[in-house]
């Protein structure tokens, strides 16, 4: 069955660093297509942060363009956020999943983000 695990969010002060980590499993198809980390805050609606294609070009939503970098390891299915110069707007429950116009239909848990000031 398909699984998306989330792992390596905590607290951090504004202006740190975090790294996120996504390991896919139970379906071929994570290799094959393009990935994104999501982030949710209280109150507001999921959205596509960064976005990575099966072959490597990157897309980032302009919060977060010049501070976040995806990548992805297809071998181990597996994908990462690199998260720097964090802001207290960064605070968020983070998800990882598939980007297509045919959602997967699943969520994993999600790590929690939070930047304190």
């Known amino acids: 069955q398909v699984e998306l695990v989330e792992s390596g969010g905590g607290l951090v002060q504004v202006g740190g660093s975090l790294r996120l980590s996504c390991a896919a499993s139970g379906s071929n198809i994570f290799s094959r297509v393009a990935m994104g980390w999501y982030r949710q805050a209280p109150g507001k609606q999921r959205e596509l942060v960064a976005r990575?294609?099966?072959?490597?070009?990157?897309n980032y939503a302009e919060a977060v363009k010049g501070r976040f970098t995806i990548s992805r390891d297809n071998a181990k299915n597996m994908i990462y956020l690199q998260m720097n110069s964090l802001k207290p707007e960064d605070t968020a429950v983070y998800y990882c999943?598939?980007?297509?116009?045919?959602?997967?239909?699943?969520w994993g848990q999600g790590t929690q983000v939070t930047v304190s000031s």
């Open positions: 999943n598939i980007v297509s116009s045919t959602p997967l239909g699943y």
């Open positions: 990575i294609s099966s072959g490597g070009p990157t």
